[in-house]
């Protein structure tokens, strides 16, 4: 039995278990995916879970950026494999994966991402040397450390988006006015990186987009999740089963 988690806080509606559990079917793997969910530093758990026979670990929320700085030389990781000696983030590539399921082109296109925490990092990463890539975020300190890290974005000067990216985990009246004004291209989508959460609604009753061209994090999920499954076992899984069996739209 293969020893698998995810660690974060207040993370208990995490759809992984079933992810995983799915992807290990595929290929006669037998896995044991739990979630963990911690109130202090994690550093002292993952150190043990892999002490003990841990194969792999995803970080959520709160964790990404905690966990980087002990075992990556990234910004964010989501991903601990190799025994708990490797960290990485599969956001990025997963979110990028899951818009060319969707045949969403990101080439040479304006993205917006908004909320700029650790997803939205290994995103911005995946993102910016195919796309025009703007920022926004609700606090300036936050948007001039990543302008800083980045200089490949550029802060959000109302150019016309096609395609909106919210890594925001809650949004206030001040963000939803923000996203009301965004200027939108004809045939723009709009991608909220969460699911089984409030923005998700939040978002859609903006009615920034067509409910066609609207999407939850659902599927951003299952490809990052196929990414940290091949990190752990050397195989690639068939993500259109899986997203086949969730609801994936907003």
């Known amino acids: 039995m293969n020893k698998l988690g995810v660690i974060g806080s207040k993370i208990s509606y995490s759809l992984s278990p079933d992810i995983h559990k799915l992807f290990a079917e595929q290929f006669g793997i037998e896995v044991d995916y739990q979630i963990y969910d911690l109130d202090e530093d994690p550093n002292l758990f993952i150190k043990k879970f892999f002490k003990d026979g841990g194969v792999g670990l995803n970080v959520t929320k709160p964790f990404k950026e905690i966990v980087a700085e002990s075992f990556s030389t990234n910004s964010s990781i989501n991903c601990l494999y190799a025994n708990g000696t490797k960290g990485t983030s599969t956001d990025g590539e997963g979110l990028i994966n899951d818009l060319y399921s969707k045949n969403i082109n990101i080439d040479k296109k304006n993205i917006l991402i908004f909320g700029l925490g650790g997803a939205a990092k290994s995103i911005i990463e995946s993102c910016a040397d195919q796309a025009k890539v703007y920022v926004a ?13 980045y200089p490949n974005c550029s802060p959000y000067d109302g150019s016309k988006i096609d395609l909106i990216i919210s890594c925001a985990t809650s949004l206030d009246e001040s963000s939803l ?7 939108l291209s004809a045939d723009s989508h709009v991608y909220d990186i969460n699911y089984s959460n409030p923005t998700n609604k939040l978002i859609r009753d903006l009615e920034l987009v067509s409910e066609s061209d609207m999407y939850s994090g659902i599927g951003m999920l299952v490809e990052q999740a196929a990414a940290s499954f091949f990190l752990w076992f050397g195989k690639r899984p068939n993500t259109k089963m899986v997203k086949d069996t969730l609801n994936e739209r907003l």
């Open 137 to 149: 975020s609700r606090t300036k300190d936050t948007l001039d450390n990543v302008l800083n890290t």
């Open 177 to 183: 006015n923000f996203l009301k004004e965004v200027n």
